[in-house]
C-alpha cells in the first residue's frame, strides 16, 4: 500500500531502455476495497469505505471516496461525515488473506526472489526470468493482468534498478498502471519529488530539513553531506544523500522458505462444465508442481478449494503415500478432492490445488515412493515432467503442456 507525497512531474515516460531495472514493486490498488468490489460490482464506480465500527478506523476507500477526502487509518466517524453517501463494508480479512495468498503464488511463478512486504505489496527480482518470461516490462504487464483476470483486482508496477525508485515509480504509477524508470532517467525522476518522498522522512524530519531550505529531492541532493548531516543527524544524513542520487544496494530477500505452495484461478464466468472445471485443475496441479521442483521440495500432502457461485468456500485434503513434486500424482488426488466436494448444483467461481507438508527433495526425500517401486511409469513421468521445465525455461510457459486426452468428462494421461 504506497503512501508518501508524490509530483506530478514524476507521472511521464522516463524511457524504455530496460538494461539493469531488474527490480519491480507490484502494489495492488485499494487493495481491500478492491475485494469487496470483485464480488459486488454494482458498487464499482461508487464511493466505498472497508471499515470496522464507528470507533473504528478505515482501512481502505475506494478511489471515488479517496476524492472526499477519505484515507486509510482516518477514524470512521470523519470519514462518514466527509463522505456520508459512502457505502460501508464490514472487512472480509479471509477474502483478503486468499486473495493475496493466490497473488504471491503468481509472483513466486515469476521468480523465487519475492519479498513481500505486505498483505498487498511486494518486491520482486526478475534478473533470472528475463530469458524465459521476457523484459520486466513484459513480466509486470502480465502479472496485471493475470491479477485482474482472476482476482478482479487492479495492481500497479513500479520497474526500476533498485527497490527504492521502483516503489516510487509504482506510486507514481497509480492506480492500475505500470511505470519503467531507466538507470539513466533515475536521477531527474527522484529531482522531480518533494523530499518527503524521500524513505526515512518523516514530519519532524521534513521539518529540520525546511529549516535548512530543503523541500525537494534535488535541493537535498545538492546539499552538501556535512550541512546535511548537521540537519538530521550523521546516519540519516548520509542515507538520505545515498536515495537522492538514486543508491539503494538493498537485495530483494525472500523471508523465509514457504509452508506450502499452491495455485487458484477465478473463472472468468461461473463455470457449470466439470470438464473446464478438471483442465483448470489440472493446469493449477501443473504450475504447483513446477514450483515445487524448483524450489527443490517435494509436498506430502494436497489440497484444493472450491468456492461456489454464492461465495461458499469449502477446502479439502489428502495426505499421499509419500511426497511428490509430479504434476500427475498432484492432479489425480485434486481431481478427486474437488468431484468429492457437494456444492448444491451451483456452479463453480473459483478452484485451487495446493501443496503442503514440504520436505527437501534430500534424503529420504529422494527414495522413490511406494507408487514409483511398484510402476515405473511413475519415475518416468516425472523426468518427462523435468524435460518440460527445461524447454519452458528456454521458450517461455507456453511453450508447450502436459500431454492428455479425455474420456468421459474427465483428463487422462
Not at 187 to 209: I, Q
Amino acid at each position: 500500500m504506497s503512501k508518501g507525497p508524490g509530483s506530478a512531474a514524476a507521472r511521464r515516460h522516463w524511457g524504455s531502455d530496460e538494461s539493469g531495472c531488474s527490480v519491480l514493486h507490484l502494489d495492488m490498488d485499494a487493495f481491500f476495497a478492491s475485494c469487496e468490489l470483485a464480488r459486488r460490482p454494482e458498487l464499482r464506480g461508487l464511493p466505498v469505505i472497508v471499515g470496522g465500527q464507528e470507533r473504528g478506523v478505515v482501512l481502505a476507500a475506494t478511489y471515488e471516496a479517496r476524492a472526499f477526502g477519505v484515507r486509510s487509518a482516518m477514524p470512521m466517524t470523519r470519514a462518514r461525515l466527509l463522505c456520508p453517501q459512502a457505502t460501508v463494508i464490514k472487512p472480509d480479512h479471509n477474502l483478503y488473506r486468499d486473495v493475496s495468498r493466490s497473488v504471491m503464488g503468481m509472483l513466486q511463478e515469476v521468480t523465487p526472489l519475492v519479498e513481500q512486504i505486505s498483505v498487498d505489496e511486494a518486491f520482486l527480482d526478475v534478473s533470472g526470468a528475463r530469458r524465459r518470461l521476457g523484459p520486466p516490462t513484459e513480466i509486470g504487464a502480465e502479472l496485471r493482468r493475470r491479477i485482474e483476470a482472476e482476482h478482479g483486482v487492479t495492481a500497479s508496477v513500479g520497474i526500476a534498478r533498485n527497490k527504492f525508485v521502483a516503489k516510487l515509480a509504482s506510486t507514481h504509477s497509480k492506480p492500475d498502471g505500470l511505470m519503467l524508470v531507466p538507470v539513466a532517467a533515475t536521477v531527474d525522476f527522484l529531482h522531480t519529488l518533494p523530499v518527503g518522498a524521500l524513505w526515512g522522512v518523516g514530519e519532524k524530519t521534513e521539518k529540520s530539513l525546511a529549516a535548512w531550505g530543503i523541500t525537494t529531492v534535488e535541493e537535498l541532493a545538492h546539499t552538501d553531506l556535512a550541512s546535511l548531516q548537521t540537519a538530521v543527524g550523521r546516519v540519516s544524513g548520509a542515507h538520505l544523500h545515498d536515495l537522492s542520487w538514486g543508491r539503494d544496494p538493498r537485495p530483494v530477500v525472500p523471508e523465509h522458505r514457504e509452508h506450502s505452495i499452491g495455485a487458484e484461478t477465478t473463472f472468468s464466468t461461473d463455470q457449470d462444465d466439470t470438464v473446464a472445471v478438471s483442465r483448470r485443475v489440472l493446469e493449477l496441479s501443473d504450475r504447483v508442481a513446477a514450483r515445487l521442483r524448483h524450489q527443490g521440495v517435494m509436498a506430502r500432502t494436497v489440497s484444493v478449494k472450491v468456492r461456489s457461485s454464492d461465495f461458499a468456500t469449502f477446502t479439502r485434503s489428502r495426505t499421499l503415500d509419500g511426497p511428490t513434486d509430479v504434476a500427475r500424482d498432484i492432479y489425480l488426488v485434486a481431481r478427486e478432492l474437488v468431484a468429492a466436494v457437494d456444492l448444491g448444483g451451483l456452479p463453480v467461481r473459483l478452484v485451487g490445488v495446493r501443496g503442503e507438508n514440504l520436505l527437501q527433495r534430500d534424503g529420504s526425500a529422494q527414495q522413490p515412493t511406494l507408487e514409483e517401486a511398484v510402476d515405473p511409469r511413475s519415475g518416468a513421468q516425472r523426468e518427462a515432467e523435468v524435460a518440460l521445465d527445461a524447454v519452458r525455461e528456454k521458450f517461455g510457459k507456453t511453450a508447450i503442456d502436459l500431454g492428455v486426452h479425455h474420456k468421459n468428462g474427465t483428463h487422462h494421461y
